[in-house]
């Protein structure tokens, strides 16, 4: 009788762990859904912005290029994301 009580209560921790994982997805597709609008509202204040104040010169579409870049975006999302993360969780 012990060892079926055993089990069960394995079987309750693993159910419990795996709704612990739903959770943990949801939020963390929320807060790269949050990152994502946060990166493109940015970037567009950015270089609206810059191109206001400046025109529309080769040096500010250089700089429009580098701010669109995927390696900015993705180093953005990647700490916004974390970021926001943790503060939906805790």
Not at 10 to 16: A, F, N, P, S, V
Request: charged letters at 20%; aromatic letters at 12%; proline letters at 1%.
């Amino acid at each position: 009788m012990i060892v079926k009580e055993d089990i069960i209560n394995q079987i309750d921790k693993k159910m419990e762990e795996s709704k612990g994982l739903k959770k943990g997805f949801w939020a963390g597709l929320l807060a790269f859904v949050l990152a994502k609008i946060c990166h493109v509202l940015i970037s567009f204040a950015i270089g609206f912005t810059i191109g206001s104040m400046f025109g529309l010169t080769k040096n500010v579409i250089a700089f429009c290029k580098i701010i669109d870049s995927p390696i900015i975006g993705l180093l953005f999302l990647v700490f916004a994301t974390r970021f926001i993360y943790i503060k939906i969780t805790k």
